[in-house]
């Protein structure tokens, strides 16, 4: 209780027993049994230096867990093929056109040329088109002035200005996309080169894909799951991924991620239902990798679950660290049910009064080993 002369205040510490004197307190901590077998001394001083942390094991919804294999992919708006516009000669803008160098949105990356060639020509092209809009301005020109003075026929006149808009439509689109020189590729977008067809010098035809500029900010995850989860499919209401790069775990609203989709039918080529998940790429995950999924289902079953960085494994078998004071942790065997890629389904061991390590384990199972070597046995260095 806490008086400051003009309020007052109370607070509650929950699981903390508190006496008038010190003989009370003294006695009733006799009568409390610690564990004598699979204990451990872990000191605050230690658990202060390192990422150490206890918390209670959670009572919450866990429902079935489907645990699959899922492709990264870009997303289809976040990557986009370059293509040749026109046959001729690959020339680089910049001796650096390598995969994985970011480029910007209207940067110039390579030159398409076909002054040299006898066929396809668009350096004649180009001219022959520059030509033929420059006459037919002048005709038309001319053409206007003379149906003023009712020289020409209104016939005429309209033939005239065919000739000119359809020369000009020609010219505007080679001079869009071609000049003197060639045609110019671009970047469409700003992001990174993810691949390149063509090597500089090499002949490419109209049509043909050159190179693929992705933004790699957005991606697609393919999951495939077993025919026999078909009816569950629908019950899907989130997911965790793991990284089996880095191996760490994110839940699907930790990546801005949603589900998009899943398949009402089977792959032919493999036979599974897929499922389409999308993550923003915070930089860990890699277009063409494979990662971890873990569909969870809609469920009502409400379960024990703990962190998967509280469970230890040895031989077999899981344990986690269980707080008895402050400074001693009780070594407890568990028996696990099913995981999502973050918490674990405990299913005996432990109840939900026991306070746990969550962080940390494996420090305490280090000065298990360390305090339980004996100096005196052997030669010691």
């Known amino acids: ?14 699981n903390v027993s508190v006496y008038d004197a010190m003989n009370e307190a003294k006695e009733a901590a006799s009568k409390i049994k610690l564990p004598e077998t699979n204990t ?3 000191t605050k001083e230690q658990s202060w230096k390192v990422d150490f942390a ?23 708006g976040n990557e986009s093929v370059i293509t040749a516009k026109s046959n001729g000669v690959v020339q680089y803008s910049s001796s650096t056109l390598l995969e994985g160098i970011s480029v910007k949105a209207g940067q110039p990356l390579m030159r398409i040329s076909s002054g040299h060639l006898a066929e396809n020509n668009m350096t004649v092209k180009y001219a022959e088109a520059t030509s033929n809009y420059l006459k037919a301005e002048a005709d038309y020109e001319r ?24 020369s000009k439509a020609v010219f505007d689109n080679l001079r869009k996309h ?17 691949q390149v067809f063509v090597n500089n010098g090499a002949y490419v035809e109209a049509g043909q894909p050159i190179a693929v500029v992705s933004q790699n900010e957005t991606l697609l995850l393919r999951a495939d799951v077993p025919v026999r989860h078909a009816p569950e499919l629908q019950n899907i209401h989130a997911a965790n991924i793991r990284n089996i790069v880095t ?34 790429n915070d930089g860990s995950f890699v277009p063409g990798s494979f990662a971890e999924v873990y569909l969870k289902l ?26 008895v004071h ?41 000065a298990e080993t360390t305090s339980g070597l004996d100096p005196h046995a052997g030669h010691v260095h």
């Not at 071609?178 to 993810?194: H, L, R, V």
């Not at 949603?258 to 998940?277: C, E, M, Q, W």
């Not at 809609?298 to 707080?323: M, R």
Request: aromatic share 8%; charged share 20%.
């Open 143 to 166: 053409a206007k002035e003379l149906a003023n003075e009712r020289i020409v026929s209104e016939k005429e006149l309209l033939v005239a200005r065919n000739h000119f808009e359809t």
């Open 1 to 14: 209780e806490i008086d400051n002369g003009e309020k007052q205040f109370v607070v509650t510490i929950p």
């Open 247 to 280: 191996g760490h775990s994110y839940t699907l609203e930790a990546l801005n991620g949603k589900i998009l989709s899943y398949g009402r039918a089977t792959n032919s080529d493999n036979f599974l239902i897929p499922v389409h998940l999308m993550i923003e």
């Open 298 to 323: 809609l469920s009502n079953h409400a379960a024990l679950t703990v962190p998967n960085g509280a469970l230890l494994e040895a031989q077999g078998v899981f344990f986690v660290w269980v707080q």
């Open 326 to 366: 402050p400074e001693l942790f009780e070594k407890r065997e568990v028996t696990v049910g099913a995981t999502d890629g973050t918490t674990t389904e405990i299913k005996k061991g432990i109840s939900f009064t026991d306070r746990i390590v969550t962080r940390g384990a494996i420090l305490i199972k280090l």
């Open 40 to 42: 451990t001394v872990f």
């Open 178 to 194: 071609f000049s003197a020189n060639g045609e110019t590729i671009t970047s469409p977008q700003t992001g990174y080169i993810k």
């Open 54 to 76: 206890t918390d209670y094991p959670k009572t919450e919804p866990f429902g079935q867990v489907i645990k699959t294999t899922a492709l990264v992919q870009p997303e289809q």
